[in-house]
């Protein structure tokens, strides 16, 4: 099987990154990960790529935000990148990137959107009194965590949970519903 060329997208520690690469390590995964992207140069994710020999590339947006995706696209179709699946990037991508890589960009966001679009996910479903928490893999459009849904997974919201041991438990079901959604999604 060819396997379609996607870079991963990170500014921190990485966890989806390595489902994903764990993932496309099967013989029957239609994608392989042919590079790791940053915003920040000190991410953990990096030396984790550069450890298991994925080539890396981290530039700063402290130019401006036109030179900082101007960079990343080159050095995307630099690696001839197919796709991209955004893993724990911080950073607002903006319309005119995303028209660039129109329909080509997914993300992975921790609640069931279109509940919580936004930071402090898991500390708004509790707040709220959910019983059910979990992730959402979606296409990027220029409307922030918004975009056709391709995947979920749901996580029951347990009495006593807090912001992070709701956070951990939705984090592994994220580790297993990226790399699914992303082969179902390339593969549709
Ligand atoms: C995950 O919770 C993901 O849903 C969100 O950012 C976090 C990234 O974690 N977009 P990691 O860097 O993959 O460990």
Redesign the pocket.
């Known amino acids: 099987m060819v396997k379609r060329r996607v870079g991963v997208m ?1 500014s ?6 390595k489902a994903l690469h764990a993932a496309s390590q099967a013989e029957d995964s239609p994608y392989s990960i042919v590079m790791v992207v940053s915003d920040n140069a000190a991410a953990p ?1 990096l030396d984790w790529a550069t450890e298991n020999g994925i080539p890396t590339f981290a530039t700063s947006a402290d130019d401006g935000r036109e030179g900082f995706e101007h960079r990343i696209h080159a050095a995307l179709e630099g690696m001839k990148v197919e796709a991209i699946a955004l ?2 990037f911080m950073r607002i991508l903006s319309p005119e990137f995303v028209a660039r890589w129109q329909g080509r960009i997914v ?4 609640s069931l959107l279109p509940k919580y679009p936004g930071l402090d996910t898991h500390a708004r479903a509790i707040a709220a009194g959910d019983e059910v928490a979990g ?1 959402t893999v979606h296409v990027v459009t220029d409307k922030v965590d918004d975009g056709p849904i391709i995947g979920t997974a749901e996580v029951p919201v347990e009495a006593g949970d807090t912001p992070e041991t709701l ?1 951990a438990r ?2 592994e079901a ?1 580790h297993e519903l990226y790399p699914q959604a992303l082969a179902h999604w390339l593969t549709r």
């Open positions: 990170i921190g520690r990485g966890s989806n990154l994710g893993a724990g993300n992975i966001h921790p992730a956070a939705v984090l994220e």
